[in-house]
C-alpha cells in the first residue's frame, strides 16, 4: 500500500491567503484524523472522521479552520485567511479498527506549512 | 494538567546502553497505549503498543504498563546511533482519539 499521501509537502503563503491542505488515507481504512505539530504544543489532534463523517472537531482551534471529505479517499483541511500562528506541520492519519494492533494510526509524511 | 506528560530530554546513551523512556497519563479509562519514534523532518511511526498491565517485548523494544500507576514506559536494550530520535508516547480511550506527550528527544552517542 502506498500510506496516507499528502499535498502540498511544503507551502510558503503570505498571511490572509487561504491554505487548502489535501489527503488520501489508505485504501481501506474508515478512520481519518488532521492533527497539527508545532515546537511548542507538539501533536495535536485537530479533527477526525469516521466513515466520511465528522466526529469530533473540538481540537480545531478557530472557525478560520475547516475540513471536509467528500468521499472515503479524500479529505481536505482548509485554512482561510491564514495567520502566521498557522505555521506548523499538518499530518493526516488513518486506521481501521479491523486491522491487528487496534486502533493504530498511520501518518502520511506531512504537509509544512509557513505562513509569512 | 496535561493528559500524557513526558520528560522532554534530551537523554543521551552511550551506544550499547538501556535508554528508559518514562510517559504518564491522567485519564483512567485510557485503554491502549502507543509509542511512536519521530526522526527530525519526519512523520511519526509507531513502534509499539500495549493494551495489558506488565511488560510487552518486540526486538531491542520494551514496553511496561502499569494502569494502577498510570504510567507506561519503553525500553530500548542496545541502543544504536539509529535510534536517536523523538520518542512519542500515545494514549487513548474507546473513543478512537489519540492523546500525544510532548515526547522525549533521545541521542545515542556512538
Known amino acids: 500500500d502506498a500510506g496516507v499521501i499528502q499535498s502540498p509537502r511544503h507551502e510558503v503563503t503570505e498571511m490572509g491567503q487561504e491554505v487548502t491542505l489535501r489527503c488520501k488515507p489508505i485504501?481501506?481504512?474508515?478512520?481519518l484524523f488532521w492533527y497539527r505539530q508545532t515546537m511548542m504544543r507538539g501533536l495535536e489532534l485537530l479533527i477526525y472522521f469516521n466513515n466520511n463523517v465528522p466526529i469530533d472537531d473540538s481540537g480545531m482551534p478557530e472557525d478560520r479552520f475547516s475540513a471536509k471529505m467528500p468521499n472515503a479517499s479524500f479529505s481536505t483541511l482548509k485554512i482561510q485567511p491564514s495567520e502566521p500562528r498557522d505555521s506548523a506541520v499538518y499530518f493526516c492519519?488513518?486506521?481501521?479498527?479491523?486491522?491487528?494492533?487496534?486502533?493504530?494510526?498511520?501518518f502520511g509524511e506531512g504537509s509544512w506549512l509557513t505562513v509569512v | 494538567q496535561k493528559e500524557v506528560e513526558q520528560n522532554s530530554g534530551p537523554l543521551s546513551v552511550p551506544e550499547g546502553a538501556i535508554a528508559s523512556l518514562n510517559c504518564t497519563y491522567s485519564?483512567?479509562?485510557?485503554?491502549?497505549f502507543f509509542w511512536y519514534r519521530q526522526y527530525s523532518g519526519k512523520s511519526p511511526e509507531l513502534i509499539m503498543f500495549i493494551y495489558s498491565n506488565g511488560d510487552k517485548e518486540d526486538g531491542r523494544f520494551t514496553a511496561q504498563l502499569n494502569k494502577a500507576s498510570q504510567y507506561v514506559s519503553l525500553l530500548i536494550r542496545d541502543s544504536q546511533p539509529s535510534d536517536s530520535a523523538t520518542y512519542l508516547c500515545a494514549v487513548s480511550t474507546n473513543d478512537y482519539k489519540l492523546s500525544f506527550g510532548a515526547g522525549t528527544t533521545v541521542t545515542v552517542r556512538a
Open positions: 485504501s481501506g481504512h474508515d478512520y
Open positions: 492519519a488513518s486506521s481501521s479498527r479491523g486491522q491487528g494492533a487496534g486502533n493504530t494510526i498511520y
Open positions: 485519564d483512567r479509562g485510557s485503554q491502549s
